[in-house]
């Protein structure tokens, strides 16, 4: 029942930007935190950015502090993640998060 679709993934240059959406539905969005992860061919899957459920508080990984910002949009169910200044060790698949749920993922790639 819960769905996570995230979106707005592509192809962008260094120095580019692309901005992520992620659509949720299945339960009280306003009610949860929202977590933005990424994860490239052959390592780990990592946390990229955090966001309280009123959107108050953020956090993020040190590799993309200043660079990303996450946010949300309680009355569309919708998590965002801004990324500015891509760098090609951003490439990755970028996966939406809430508790054990998880979206299908949306490739951003970085590449000149």
């Known amino acids: 029942q819960v769905r996570l679709v995230e979106s707005g993934g592509g192809l962008v240059q260094p120095g580019g930007s692309l901005r992520l959406s992620c659509a949720a539905s299945g339960f009280t969005f306003s009610n949860y935190a929202m977590s933005w992860y990424r994860q490239a061919p052959g390592k780990e899957r990592e946390l990229v950015a955090q966001?309280?459920?009123?959107?108050?508080?953020?956090n993020y990984a040190d590799s993309v502090k200043g660079r990303f910002t996450i946010s949300r949009d309680n009355a569309k169910n919708t998590v965002y993640l801004q990324m500015n200044s891509l760098k090609p060790e951003d490439t990755a698949v970028y996966y939406c998060?809430?508790?054990?749920?998880w979206g299908q993922g949306t490739q951003v790639t970085v590449s000149s």
């Open positions: 966001i309280s459920d009123s959107g108050g508080s953020t």
């Open positions: 998060n809430r508790l054990f749920n």
